[in-house]
Structure formats: C-alpha cells, structure tokens
C-alpha cells in the first residue's frame, strides 16, 4: 500500500493495553508490539530494573528486520523515574538496535502534548502508588510545569490498572482537584482511556492527556499522519478539532460564495504558524508549502531579517503614512529595486498589490499615449479588478460579465509577428500591450524564446508601450531577478506585486521616465500603498534575496524537481511537466488530451490531506502549481515528490 507506515512499539510483557493502541491508528498504519521480559510488579526499584537499557535494544533488536519508521518506548513508568537522561539513553539505545530510526518515549510525548495543549499547571491522576507518582512529579517540575494538585489511585499492578472502570476513572477525575489546573494528566502505560477521554474532557473543562494517547499523538504526528477517530479527545481533535470544525461552518457562513476557501476542501487545514517552507495548523500537523500563499512566500515564512525589519518599522510607530507622504524606508526600498532594475526603468509609483498595480500601467499608458484599448493575450491573467480583468483573458466565472472596459484585442501568446503588427499598426492605436512574463495561473505557460523579445521591438516600433507583468515572476521566481533578463529586453512599464512584500501587500510599477512623467498629481493614489510597513517588509526581504541570491537558489530548485519529477511522467494522465526556476506546473488530461480537473482536484486535495500544498492553476483548474519558497532543501523538495508520487498511485484508476 503506498505510504504504508510502521510504528515499532516495544512494550513491557505484561500485554497490557495492545488493543488501546489500536484505537488511534489511521488506516495505512499499523504498530508492531516487541513484548520484553519484566518484574511486573509497581514499585520504583523494580520499575527501575525493567526499563534496563540491555532489554530495550535487545528487543529494538528484533525490530531491525521489519524496519519500522519509528519506534515507540511504551514503558511509561521507566522512563520518568530513571530520568530524563536515563530515559535519551534508553532512546538512543533502542534508535542505534534498529537502523537509526526515530525514537520517542511515553513521558517525553506527554511532556509535548501538554505543551500542544498550551499547559502550565497541571494536574496528576496517577493509577501508581504515591512514591512512584512523587518521580513523576519532578519529572514534570524539570519539564518547565507547575503542579496544582496530585491524586493516586495506588492501584498496585498493571492487571489492577486494567480493570479501573469508567465510572471510576471517572470519579477518580472528579476528585482530581483539575479546576486550578490547565490540564489533567493520567501517567501509565496500561491505562485504557482511549474510548473514555472526550468524556473526561468534557466533565472537567480541560484537555486530559494519557501515557498511551500522548504516545501515539506524538508517533502519527512525527510520520504526519492524522489519527483515525475523533472522539479521542482534545489533542485527536474531539476538543481543539471541534471547535475547528465549528469554525468552518462558522467561515462558510460568514463569507461570500466568490471566496477560495473552500475550493480544494471542505474542511480546509487552520493554520496557526510557519517556518521556512513549512506551514502548521492548529493541531500542529505541518504542511510543506509548494503554492508559497499564491507565490508570495518566497523566503519561506519567518524569515528572521523581514522579521526583524517589520519589527524595527513597528517599533517606530509609523505603521502608516498615506499617499501625501514619503518615508525614509520607502525611498530606500526604491533605490535598492533601482540596482536590480534596467536602467531605463527609473521612476517607480507605489500600489497596494498587483491588480492595483496593473491598473496604474493601464492608466499610465493611457495618459502617456492619449489612446484607450490594448493588446493583451489569450490565457493571461493580471487581477480581478475591473481594469486588470478586462485585460484579462483567463476571466473564470466573470466571464458572464461579458464586455469590459477598456476594450481588448486578445491574441495567441507566441503568434504570427504579422498578427501583432496589424494590430499595432490599426487606428486608433492600442494605448499599450499587457503581457506575462510567464503564464502563472494559466498553468505556467512560457512563451517561445525570443517571442517576448521581438513583441518588445515591434512595440517600440509601433510606439506602443510595453506592460509586462512580472507580479509572479518578479524577484528571482524564474532563475533571474525579473524573467525579462531572460529575453534581454527592457519594457515600458514593469508591473510586481505578490513577493515584493516580503509577506505584506505591496505592488509597484516602475517604468520609464517620459510615461512615468507624464501623468497629472493625484491621477493615481490609494490610501495604503505601500504603507511603510510592507516597505520595510519589502526593503528587508529583497536585501536578503540579493543577500542569499535567490535567482541561483531557485536555479539550483530547477535542477532537483526536474529530476524528482521526472517518474510522475510515467501516468498516463500527466500531460506535460514543465517549469523554470522554481515554478513548475504538471497538466493533468484525460484519455482523450482534454484537460483533466477532476482528477487534479482530487490529487491536489489527497496531498493536502498528506501535508503537501500546491498551487491550482490551468485554464481549466487542471495543472497542478508547484511554487516552492526559495529556502525549500532537496529534502523537502524529495518528500513533496514522494507525497505526489504516492496521490498520483492513489488517483490512477
Ligand atoms: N498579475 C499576475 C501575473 C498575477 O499572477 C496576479 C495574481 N495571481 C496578479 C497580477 C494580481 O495580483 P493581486 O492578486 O495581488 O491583485
């Protein structure tokens, strides 16, 4: 089965609590138990002898053959009175019997679940007697928590743990004393809470964590998987999870029917943080992030110097300056673009994102040019406000919207040079050409070499100016700063958004003097352009990308998911992969060579469930976008191929 995984569980002999195990594991993951020999019985000395470390690597041992993913330490009680050195020592022990594999242990995974669950003070329900129970306290004081009350049912042995009722545990946790605490923690691993825990939950208020549910909460979490069953409390979603399912009911009713929310999902993933190329939800399962928020996320998420360079701007208390004024972090901005710039592209004017923008070169031509219609091209998107849409071929659901303004002549990307000329050369004459330089969201369309090139003298020839829209390309995305590089060409008017930001909105025009000059004061503003915020944002991120030479980390990109990819080429349904730097898009067709966005869809949405996040794009939703940070190692660039590898098996019949 693809992805299969195995969790090596090694497990005092008493054989108490397989079956608990059991309850948690998703479908394509199974535990395999190694029982070794113990005393059995519950006091501190011979707990102490039975976590002896021979034991465990001996019984890791016999793992070596099966060759889990990981192995879980399922003596709850050994690790917390040997210690926690005592307990890496068992760990390492066990990880260097079996390949080297990851090893987590069960006291260690109950200190991180009551981490997850945001826990400072808790309270113990412990089924030991009252000295093995005092260890356990001091294991938690040493982990950073406080303890607000302790109860011991002192049941005596494992077979005794076993049968504590649920009526029992209930009372028991009732008499727990948990109302000045976070969280109630039941330690043991023979304790059978798995079916009784939302019940718990809901009696006290609070998160209950035990030895066996932490366990297996940190071993699906480690191989990123989501437990089966969410009546198993709050760390499997019966708590948190509930609340975020509410959340998107609570979503789905509050926003308009236009939103993207719940295009790929149902149940959308909530995130809560990032770092690099990795997103994490509520639940902190991580997704790697190949669609980077629609290709803005360049320098992955948390990046510490545009972190730092919000935080100085922050700090200063200048959060915003509308458009009468200019601060010294935006004109700094302008100069550092002016190094990476052709020359000629000298003046800049400021938007809030790249539809803004777009619309201020449409608006800049039309001053410039005294003209009112342009050239654009068929598949080319540049925004959804009603100037950039209307020149906008790839219109979606607005195509009911029927004609726009300013009218639009669309040709063919890569045609004829006698098809541009007649337009160019028709009365009146168009007030500008508007052109990706590469097609992002018709699925990443490149036009022939040299196109673009012969499109810009034609256009100077004409005297029609030359828009080209670097919002997805600008900044490196391609292998170079800006693609036009590539062509050797230099536009009229260059149109960036998305990244320029570092994260915040932020769009830019930057173009030559005579257009950039010839328009009236106030002919364009908006009240947040560029606020000094996404100024500082934007100043720090492209210091670090020149810093970093991101054109080369994304070259270097190109290289490794150009052959990770290579394999995906043997489906039937994959119709071409193409890419350039680190964009790349796989077209997924039917049978037939139509396009296929059903089954992308379900691809997209299976390596969604996987922690993978790609980009939809394709005329028809049927390319799958893979747009990665640059920060993205060959690693992660491995396991996004793998996770595709594995929905493309899933999704090939
Ligand atoms: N131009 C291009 C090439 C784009 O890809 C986009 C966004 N996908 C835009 C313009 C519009 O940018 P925004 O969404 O910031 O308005």
């Known amino acids: ?46 707990i102490e002898s039975d976590g002896d470390i021979n034991r465990i690597a001996a019984a890791a041992r016999l793992l070596r053959h099966v060759n889990p993913d990981l192995i879980a330490l ?3 009680a050994a690790g917390f009175i040997g210690g926690k050195d005592f307990e890496r020592a068992q760990m390492d022990a066990a990880s260097s019997s079996c390949n080297g594999i990851p090893v987590i242990s069960m006291s260690s995974s109950i200190v991180e679940a009551l981490n997850f669950a945001g826990a400072r003070r808790v309270a113990i329900l412990s089924p030991y007697s009252s000295g093995v129970t005092e260890r356990f306290e001091s294991y938690l004081r040493d982990s950073g928590f406080s303890l607000s009350s302790g109860k011991c049912i002192s049941a005596g042995s494992e077979s005794l743990i076993e049968r504590i009722s649920s009526e029992r545990w209930i009372e028991e946790a009732d008499s727990a004393e ?42 699906l979490r480690t191989l990123g998987r989501e437990p089966s069953s969410d009546r198993l409390g709050f760390l499997f979603g019966a708590g948190s999870g509930s609340a975020l399912k509410s959340m998107d009911a609570d979503a789905r009713q509050i926003l308009s029917t236009a939103s993207k929310v719940f295009a790929l999902s149902q ?37 510490p110097a545009v972190v730092s360079g919000v935080r100085r701007q922050l700090d200063s208390g200048l959060t915003h300056l509308g458009p009468h004024f200019v601060n010294s972090v935006q004109v700094e901005y302008y100069h550092l673009l002016r190094e ?21 070169a449409l608006k800049a031509a039309m001053h410039f040019t005294g003209r009112k219609n342009f050239i654009s ?23 009911i919207l029927g004609k726009l303004s300013p009218e639009v002549r669309f040709l063919e990307l890569g045609c004829d040079e006698m098809e ?54 600008g900044f490196g995305r391609t292998g170079t700063f800006f693609a ?72 270097s990109i190109e290289k490794i998911l150009r052959e990770q990819l290579v394999e995906l080429r043997e489906f039937p349904f994959v119709a071409d992969i193409r890419g350039r730097g680190a964009m790349f898009g796989i077209e997924i067709a039917t049978r037939e060579g139509k396009p296929d966005r059903k089954r992308c869809k379900s691809i997209r949405s299976a390596a969604l469930d996987r922690g993978l996040i790609t980009w939809e794009c394709g005329s028809d939703g049927h390319v799958i976008g893979l747009i990665p940070p640059f920060v993205v190692d060959e690693g992660q660039i491995a396991l996004c191929a793998g996770i595709l590898r594995e929905c493309f098996s899933l999704n090939s019949h």
């Open 484 to 555: 036009i590089e590539q062509e050797q060409l230099v536009p009229d008017l260059l149109v960036l958004g998305k990244c320029l930001g570092g994260g915040f909105p932020a769009g830019l025009i930057a173009g030559r003097d005579e257009i950039m000059s010839a328009w009236p004061i106030g002919s364009q503003s908006s009240t947040f352009q560029f606020n000094p915020i996404s100024a500082a944002a934007a100043k720090a991120s492209l210091e670090a990308m020149i810093a970093e030479d991101s054109p080369a980390a994304a070259r």
């Open 377 to 399: 091209f068929i598949g080319g998107y540049h925004g959804r406000t009603l100037g950039s849409l209307a020149v906008s071929s790839a219109r979606g659901s607005n195509r």
């Open 267 to 303: 149940e959308p993933p909530q995130f809560a943080s990032g770092k690099g190329a990795w997103l994490f939800d509520e639940r902190g399962k991580r997704y790697l992030d190949f669609a980077c928020g629609s290709g803005v996320a360049s320098l992955g998420y948390g990046h």
């Open 74 to 76: 399922g003596d709850c």
């Open 178 to 219: 948990a109302a000045e605490a976070d969280a109630l923690v039941v330690p043991g691993g023979g304790v059978s809470l798995s079916t009784l825990i939302a019940r718990l939950e809901k009696r006290i208020g609070k998160p209950v964590v035990c030895g066996p549910g932490a366990l297996m909460w940190k071993a």
């Open 1 to 46: 089965m693809p992805g299969f995984k195995k969790i090596g569980l090694l497990w005092p002999a008493d054989g108490r609590n397989d079956r608990e195990f059991w309850n948690w594991l998703p479908a394509s993951v199974s535990v395999l138990i190694v029982r070794y020999d113990v005393d059995g019985r519950l006091g501190v000395e011979q």
């Open 340 to 360: 990476i710039l052709p020359p000629q592209l000298c003046r800049m004017h400021p938007a809030t994102n790249g539809t803004e923008a777009t619309e201020s």
């Open 420 to 473: 541009i000329r007649n337009f160019m050369d028709k009365r009146p004459r168009p007030a500008g050409a508007v052109v990706e330089a590469v097609q992002a969201t018709n699925g990443v369309i490149f036009p022939p070499r040299g196109w673009l090139r012969r499109l810009a003298e034609l256009a100077e020839h004409y005297g029609v100016p030359l828009i080209i829209d670097e919002v997805f390309t």
